[in-house]
């Protein structure tokens, strides 16, 4: 008698595959990133959210909001989402609505940009506040006004003044609940206040918050535990971190870094590490000071990261759909968050599934007050 063939009862594709995220049973393994869309009128969301993020929302998947402000001096961007305000709680609860119909889990973004911001940000005209006043240096702010300016030298915070910068993320993580967010995302990347303390270029302070490591990690691992004990359950709070040149925050000891960050956080028992791979390519001058990304730093991945984590691992970065399929089967992360295709392809989940051809994501409408264009208005594969 010959065997029956096995039944093939998993997916070819790993991306497809069921994963268990902290709190949620997810169905799949393809994350909507956090986008910053500069929509949100005056900090306030606005209605067609609901229809943008609902349009990529699919049952059993993970959402990340855009970067939420935790506090008005938290902001460094034009039309970008708060959440410190009654109005702004309000505004959130239909988007969110609209996301769980869909049976998304979607978690809110905690943000402040620390020294990646301007006085023209700022109520009385301000610096900006940072671990030290270290200007970013060549690149250019997009102000109010739509005019670009350097960037000024933020004014290093005073010991006594960083715990309400922690409970700044608190109430953040507080009002994102109230809201009806599944739980939040601490943004501890891309040049903004937590990867300014984290980073050696922009924190050179000597007290508690400086100097060694340990000192440097302080401040993200305060906000962690604070917005923990806030949320009331670990499994319902992921952290963001890039490793990585970006916004002219970088270390040059990285790999201790977060290695230490990562293995510190392996007791603290969160939903998931989230990390941003190295800029492979792109339109700025390769390997230049003055870039957002440093290309040189193509070659290097964040393997001594996953390694060193024992939890969930997402990762984010340049990632197409084989790309995606490899990162898994070779054990690299858990989870793939994508940005742009996903922003540009509202049923990408589907179209992973189908492996169709995506549409091409324009960047002249990546960022723009236009509550239709360019955020709404992709098309789906049947049209
Ligand atoms: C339009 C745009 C907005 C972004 N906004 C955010 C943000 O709000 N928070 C964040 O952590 N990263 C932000 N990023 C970075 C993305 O989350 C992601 O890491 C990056 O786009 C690389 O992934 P991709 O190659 O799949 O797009 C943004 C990127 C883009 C293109």
Known sequence: MTAAPA???????????SVKVGHWQLAHRIVYAPLTRQRAIDNVPQPAAATYYAQRATKGGLMISEATVVSAEGRGYAHTPGIWSKEQVEAWKPIIKAVHDKGAVFLCQLWHTGRASHPAFQEGGKD??????????????????????????PRALDISEIPARVDAFRQGARNALDAGFDGVEIHSANGYLLDNFLKASCNQRTDK???????RARFTLEVVDAVVK???DSQKVGIRFSPFYVLGAEDPHKNAVFTYVVEELNSRNLAYVHMIEPRKRGSEKEGSPSALFDYTQ??????????????????AGGHDRESGI????????DLI????????????VKRIELNAPLNQYDRTTFYSQDQEKGYTDYPYLEE
Do not use: C, W
């Open 326 to 333: 490899q990162s898994l089967k070779t054990d690299r992360a």
């Open 209 to 215: 918050y400086g100097g060694t490591i340990e000192n």
């Open 230 to 232: 806030e949320v009331g």
């Open 128 to 153: 900006p506040v940072a671990p030290s006043a270290i200007a970013i240096p060549d690149a250019k702010v997009f102000l109010p006004d739509g005019s670009q300016a350097p960037y000024t030298k």
């Open 298 to 315: 193509r070659d290097q991945n964040l393997s001594i990261f996953r390694i060193a984590y024992t939890g969930t691992f997402m990762v």
């Open 7 to 17: 039944a093939v009862t998993l997916s070819q594709n790993p991306l497809l595959e």
């Open 337 to 348: 968050v994508y940005g742009r295709h996903f922003l540009a392809n509202p049923d990408f």
